[in-house]
């Protein structure tokens, strides 16, 4: 043991003299200087400035951290923490009170933006968000909206579709259906008001349509879940209903998106024409074929790193041509996820090692980018607060409102009917997603943008409220009953 440190302490002694050595003659050495070492003197010459006389070595040193400070590196992991802490403390907080964590994700994202910090503190705002680092967060929160899209497609079992499609295709095609009607047709009202002035007639009413026709399946069915409601017929019917509406809708955003990207006709029949080709090819050639890769693969090896890695290029290249082709990277990576086998041991392996990375990392990125593009104060009137309100009421009537009503047209009680109501009313994450793709298309602008946010808010916060509601209600005609027979 001794000999050991006796030769490391000589091995740094003998090479530490030699490094303060070569350090020694290297710092003769002049910059332009070419073998055997004649100087070249260029015609313009700087030389280093020395530390000013008042700047003390401690001043320099604080200075030089706060270089390293405003980063970009720096600037953008101090970011992830401040949104991933507020992220989990909001979404605890609303856990507790009855809410779905996403509802407290959503708040704290928008909390962080100018609607809050903002305000109180434009300077920490500025610091904590500069605009050059906007680039390097969006594209972030877009990885993990990719991600997330593609869990959303796993989710979705087109089998069970099928077995609830007596119910759910007319509940969820009058719910889309109506909104969309009542969403064009309010655009026909507020256009002048709240369309940016380069924007088309057509595409800011689709866009409107298609936003008031959103439902989040994936909140819509973790509401269920937390309620025991799954295996109910109720809870069942309901997430049939959203699958269906959220495939319908996917499909109608994205042609809209390819008539309003398109600069004609002719762009917009290529774009959906090569979406649709893409959408066959999917189902029909890469679900079978990957369904006997995956029984071969199972039996052959358990699932590991490769399925992973083989998996996300596949998520990723499908995402790719869907950007390529005028539509959204996210319609590629929820078609991926649709297409992949319907392996219960596949879907699980891939949720388990994507859902908590993009649920916990990635998508309070997205939610808190979404908070910085919200500017609440941008409602800075009453006309303007007037039309945040009825768009909200537009929204839960054309949702809630038809969807009972389609629902009691099926023949469910009154009480099941409302709850089918209430849960396709819950917006989510899903109408975000919408929203930001139609601001990064400049359709919508910030105030309409911010009204918009809200809508979604207010309808996702009401979902619990108004379930216990119904169940509180349920509860007292059960008790009530017994006591009316016996008085009769």
């Known amino acids: ?87 989990r403390l909001f979404g605890a907080l609303f856990q507790k009170i009855g809410q779905p964590a996403v509802i407290g994700e959503m708040i704290a994202g928008i909390l962080l933006g100018p609607s809050l910090l903002g305000m109180l503190s434009p300077g920490m705002e500025a610091f904590l968000f500069p605009e050059a680092s906007m680039g390097a967060l969006r594209l972030l929160s877009q990885i993990g909206v990719i ?3 593609f869990v959303v497609g796993i989710e979705l079992n087109l089998q069970y579709l ?26 026909l009202l507020v256009y002048n008001f709240l369309a940016a002035p380069h924007v088309s007639f057509i595409a800011f009413a689709l866009f409107i349509g ?27 019917t309901a997430i049939a209903c959203a699958a269906v509406d959220d495939v319908t809708a996917w499909c109608l955003l994205a042609v809209v998106v390819a008539i309003a990207k398109a600069s004609g006709l002719s762009g917009a029949v290529l774009t959906i024409s090569l979406s649709l080709g893409f959408i066959g090819i999917m189902l029909l050639f ?18 590991g790193k ?42 699980l392996f891939l949720r388990e090692r994507l859902e908590t990375f993009s649920a916990v990392f990635l998508l309070p990125l997205f939610f808190a980018f979404t908070g910085l593009r919200t500017q609440i104060g941008l409602l800075n009137d009453w006309q303007s607060w007037l039309l945040g309100a009825g768009i909200i009421a537009i929204a839960i ?80 005609e059960a008790v009530r009953a017994p006591a009316t027979s016996l008085a009769a």
């Open 147 to 149: 991600l997330f899209m």
């Open 1 to 87: 043991m001794r000999k050991n440190l006796l030769v490391y302490g000589v091995l740094i002694i003998i090479f530490g003299v030699g490094i303060s050595f070569i350090l020694e003659v290297g710092s003769r050495l002049h910059p332009g200087q070419t073998f055997p070492y004649k100087r070249i003197v260029p015609s313009q010459e700087t030389t280093p400035t020395p530390l000013q006389q008042s700047e003390t070595p401690a001043s320099h040193l604080f200075k030089g951290l706060l270089d390293n400070l405003h980063h970009p590196l720096s600037i953008l992991l101090l970011q992830i923490i401040v949104i991933i802490a507020a992220a």
């Open 210 to 236: 298609i936003a008031m026709s959103i439902t989040a399946f994936p909140v819509l069915a973790r509401i269920i879940e937390e309620r025991g409601l799954a295996k109910s017929y109720l809870g069942s």
């Open 306 to 347: 490769g399925v992973v890695a083989s998996v996300l290029i596949f998520v990723f290249a499908a995402a790719l041509f869907t950007e390529v082709i005028g539509i959204h990277a996210l319609f590629g990576a929820f078609l991926a996820g649709v297409a992949m086998p319907q392996h219960a041991s596949l879907r």
């Open 162 to 187: 099928r077995q609830k499609a007596h119910a759910a295709v007319l509940v969820s095609h009058v719910s889309i259906v109506v909104p969309f009607f009542l969403g064009v047709a309010f655009s």
């Open 397 to 476: 009537a054309g949702k809630l409102g038809v969807s009972a009503l389609a629902a009691r047209w099926t023949g469910m009680s009154w009480h099941d009917a409302l709850s089918i109501g209430v849960l396709m009313n819950t917006r989510g994450l899903m109408e975000l997603i919408v929203l930001n793709l139609g601001y990064d298309m400049g359709i919508l602008s910030p105030r309409v943008f911010a009204m918009m946010v809200l809508m979604a808010l207010v309808t996702t916060f009401m979902t619990g409220p108004l379930l216990a509601l119904l169940e509180f209600v349920k509860r007292r």
């Open 286 to 303: 890469v679900k079978p074929s990957a369904g006997r890769l995956m029984d071969t693969k199972a039996q052959n090896a358990p699932l």
